[in-house]
Nanobody, 119 residues
């Protein structure tokens, strides 16, 4: 059974940091492109960061998070991370983990974790 389980969300003050984790199981994690998306109330889900399969040499970020967020993966632990620094109120959203196999186009979503940035 495929599972993507996010953790690490919570309430943080502006300027603070959080580290999200997404633990994967039930599929060959290392050959999947992994991404973090987010969805704020009343807005469409948007791509935050993406890391390529394998060694993760290719990484992309949304312009709004460049320089503040860092995506990484540990294939031995079947886990992808999102380190979020200098958080802003506009980063408040539900953050979702996503897995995509580029060739077969198979994809999976996690259940999401809430991040709230507020004083």
């Amino acid at each position: 059974q495929v599972q993507l389980v996010e953790s690490g969300g919570g309430l943080v003050q502006p300027g603070g940091s959080l580290r999200l984790s997404c633990a994967a199981s039930g599929f060959s994690f290392g050959i999947y492109t992994m991404s973090w998306y987010r969805q704020a109330p009343g807005k469409e889900r948007e791509l935050v960061a993406l890391i390529a399969s394998g060694d993760g040499a290719s990484i992309n970020y949304a312009d709004s998070v460049k320089g503040r967020f860092t995506i990484s993966r540990d294939n031995a632990k079947n886990t992808v991370y999102l380190q979020m620094n200098s958080l802003k109120p506009e980063d408040t959203a539900v953050y979702y983990c996503h897995a995509l196999h580029i060739v077969t186009r198979y994809w999976y979503w996690g259940q999401g974790t809430q991040v709230t940035v507020s004083s």
